[in-house]
Each structure stands twice: as C-alpha cells, then as structure tokens.
C-alpha cells in the first residue's frame, strides 16, 4: 500500500511538468483528488486493512495529500502567471521613446486659411486678429443690427453667462458675452483702435447654433477683409475678388456678384463663382462669400466721418472654400480628425 502512495507523488511530480493550461491542470487534480482519484481510493482502503495498521495507513495518506496539494499548487502558480503575461502582450519598456510617428503636416483649414491669408498679402492686406469671446456691441450694435434682429436671439448665438469676466473684452451695461458669430467683429475692434485709411484681412473662428449636417457646423472658420480709404467703390471690391478668385483657383473661375443684404454693408451682395474643373461641383455657381460696401452707420459707430471715408467689407467661410477646392462633400470630415481623411491634403 505505501508503495502505492509514493507512486502517487512521483506520477504528480511528471505530468505537472506537461501541463498546457487549466483545463488539464483541472483533470490532473481530479485523476488524484477527485471522487475516483488514486488517492481518494487509496484513502477509501482503509477499510480493509487490519486495526493495528490503520493509524500509520491514515498518517501516511495525510503526508502524501499535502505534499500532493502543494505540488499542485506550485503548478497552478505557474499557469496563472502564464496566463497573466499572455494577457499583457510582449513585455514593455517604459523608459524607451515612443516610436516616432512620422512628420506631422498641417490640418486642410489651417494650410486653406494661410493661403487665402498670403493672395490677400500680395496686394497690402495685413492680418488682424479679434477675440472668440466677444460683446453684443462688437458683434451686432456696432455693425449696425437693430436690437430685435432675430442673431441675437438664444436660438441663433451662444449667450455667456454674465457671472464670468472675460479680463480682454470691456463689456457695457447690461450687454452680454457671447461667442462671435462671424469675424465682422474684427472691423469694429480695429476700426476703433485705428486711424483710417487701413486694410487688413481676419481670419478666425465662429459660433452658431446650427445642428450638424453636411454644410453647418456649430464651430467653424471665417476669414473677414475690409478695405478703408477716401475713394473706394464697388468696381474696386470686384477687382479685388476677382484677382482672388483667380489665385486660389488657378483655374478658368467665372465669378457674379448677386444683391443680397448685410446690416453692414450698403449695396450688399454675395458672390458665386462657377469653373468647368470643380470635380463634383463643376459648371455650378457656388455661394463663395458676403461682400458689400461698407455702410456709413458702421463709420458712425466707430467714429470714423462717413462723408469723407468710404469701404468695402467681405467674409468668406474656410471650410466652403476647402470644401469646393478639394470637393469635400461633407463639412463634418474636417473635425472628424481621421487621419485617412487628412493625410489626403496634408
Ligand atoms: N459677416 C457676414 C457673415 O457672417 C459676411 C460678410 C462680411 C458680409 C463682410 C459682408 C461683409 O455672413
């Protein structure tokens, strides 16, 4: 019967030495312990043996299960920790750099942006920059909205808390915060600050409660110019963007001014142009911006004399000019950052 005991631990003792997983590692424990397992029979032979051998017999099974438990354990020890590393994938050096990502390049808005900004350049625009928190007065008063235009209702611009102090924005009584709803904001700020004549383009980011769909976004990019001097007119304005046009295209671009209304400006127009080389929009007229000339209140509030200064404005938006640029069917791929997207253009 001992002799039977000791092959117990010597058989345990080579199969955990194969063992895979477990699934066998859970037979294995069951070919000793379980309810027909060698040493559970062993046990159970007890019975048959004289009384005088039974207390050394019993003794001697209990030796033989510890040393089995702990033979088992130490191989259930192992597959666990097995287990534990397959889990974690190949092991990690933290101390190592993170593998380099390649170049980066720059976002289709941001390259679009800066090359409207340079045509502008070449003919004497500078670049000026406003602020995205803005007051009522810069955004509408001052640019000549009447105070119940149906913008500055909740429905249409975000409205800010006026608990919260934006330190570079004066703001007047009783007006209220709110995120620009286009760069027209800008004419105010510099107009104020500055003596006329002047030029300069602002290219910047804008708010509105649009709900997203293929052509609105809540968030989206502008690009303002305005021209100030004493003999300025509509044919300068058309030249102006004409020679734009050309340049960003550089394509065979027919362009027509179509009357439309600004608060702003006076004649106010928007302009289309068509080219035979759009892709999916070719020989289609495509709204490409708001133009007009400058309207006397706006001179008026920002103190400049209305009779001896004359102006032209226009507002285009980023991503319409990428869009028909590079035949972006769906504004909503440029905030998606999918690299497969961006890296078409990057
Ligand atoms: N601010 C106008 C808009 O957001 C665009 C515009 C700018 C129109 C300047 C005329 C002159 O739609």
């Not at 611009?157 to 703001?171: A, E, H, Q, R």
Request: hydrophobic share 35%; glycine share 6%; proline share 7%.
């Amino acid at each position: 019967m001992s002799a039977d005991l000791d092959s117990i631990i010597h058989e345990a003792r080579e199969a955990v030495g194969a063992l895979a997983g477990r699934a066998q590692f859970e037979a294995l424990k069951a070919r000793f312990l379980g309810p027909n397992g060698s040493l559970t029979e062993a046990v159970k032979g007890i019975r048959d043996l004289p009384r005088e051998e039974r207390p050394d017999y019993g003794k001697r099974c209990n030796q033989i299960k510890t040393k089995l438990e702990a033979i088992l354990a130490t191989a259930l020890k192992k597959i666990e920790l097995a287990e534990l590393q397959r889990s974690l994938g190949p092991p990690v050096d933290p101390s190592l750099p993170s593998p380099d990502g390649g170049p980066g390049g720059c976002h289709l808005l941001s390259s679009v942006r800066e090359e409207i900004c340079r045509i502008f350049h070449k003919v004497g625009f500078n670049v000026e920059e406003g602020t995205e928190v803005e007051t009522e007065f810069y955004c509408f008063d001052a640019l000549n909205f009447p105070s119940d235009h149906p913008a500055k209702d909740v429905h249409d611009t975000y409205l800010l808390p006026s608990s919260v102090i934006y330190g570079n924005v004066p703001k007047r009584d009783k007006e209220s915060y709110l995120l620009r709803t286009h760069t027209s904001t800008v004419q105010v700020r510099v107009m104020m600050a500055k003596e006329p004549p002047l030029r300069f383009v602002s290219p910047g980011r804008c708010f509105r409660r649009d709900t997203a769909d293929p052509t609105h976004t809540s968030n989206f990019h502008q690009v303002e110019g305005i021209y100030v001097d004493r003999h300025v007119t509509v044919k300068d304005l058309k030249a102006l963007l004409d020679y734009f046009v050309a340049a960003l295209f550089e394509k065979d671009v027919k362009t027509r001014f179509r009357p439309s209304f600004f608060p702003f400006t006076e004649p106010s127009f928007e302009m289309d142009l068509k080219s035979p080389s759009l892709g999916k929009l070719s020989n289609q007229w495509i709204e490409i911006m708001g133009c007009g000339m400058v309207d006397p209140a706006v001179f008026e509030a920002v103190g400049y004399d209305p009779e001896v200064w004359k102006g032209y404005a226009f507002g285009m938006g980023v991503e319409r000019v990428a869009q028909s640029l590079y035949g972006v069917d769906d504004i909503r791929y440029l905030y998606q950052n999918d690299l497969r997207f961006l890296e078409q253009f990057a």
